[in-house]
């Protein structure tokens, strides 16, 4: 499974869930926002490698949304483009291209051509940075590579599930991840498996697993990592 991570912007309620389901499926990690507004947020704190955006919004329309990114300092005026939109003429794409964006694909669309162009531009963006070291979670430390929590030097066992868990989390470290994409399969469509897995690794990690510091809770979105 990729763990790229994309951030879908359309004001329309079915489309972002739409697009959502079919992209997590495809092993994709993804964000959404119904406004630029939002959008420019989440932005500011998180790091995506493609932003999907609709045109056609309240407020900042996409385009307007697309000029201001690219004119962003540092890694958020860099991030990829894909324009998707019901306006589809040709001078509507120049001046989505001329915008800034990466790509542009009108609606409706083929998912698996939605699919091949995500695929394409994110292969030209070329691969991700390596994973961080070990990360510091107080008196214990998490290992990704080896998939190894040690609790003040000695080794804590870990089940699959709890390696998979933490590896996802820690890719993104003090980054919310939804519980629905850290859930493993479909048949754990409500991600009822994973609150269990976060109560039990926070016994492990946690000094005070019902305060926790290092494996928190985000209200209505899922979990984060948060090393020192």
Known sequence: MTDRHLLVVDDDDRIRDLLKQ????????????????SAGRLLDTLDFDLVILDVMMPGEDGLSFARRLRTTPG??????????????????RI?????????????????????????????RAGPRPSD??????????FDPVRGELTRDGAPVRLTEAEVDLLRTLAKAPHAPIDRYTLARDDADAAGRAVDVQVTRLRRKIEDDPK????????RGVGYLLAPD
Request: proline share 6%; hydrophobic share 40%; net charge positive.
């Open 22 to 37: 079919f992209l997590n499926r495809a092993g994709f990690r993804v964000t959404t926002a119904a406004s630029a507004e």
């Open 75 to 92: 890694p958020t005026g860099k991030a990829a483009i894909l324009m998707l939109t019901a306006r589809g003429e040709t001078s509507d």
């Open 95 to 123: 001046e989505g291209l001329s915008a800034g964006v990466d790509d542009y694909l009108a609606k409706p669309f083929e998912p698996q051509e939605l699919l091949l162009r995500i695929e394409a531009i994110l292969r």
């Open 132 to 141: 961080a070291g070990p990360l510091s979670l107080g008196r214990c430390r």
């Open 211 to 218: 305060t926790p510091r290092y494996l928190q809770t985000v």
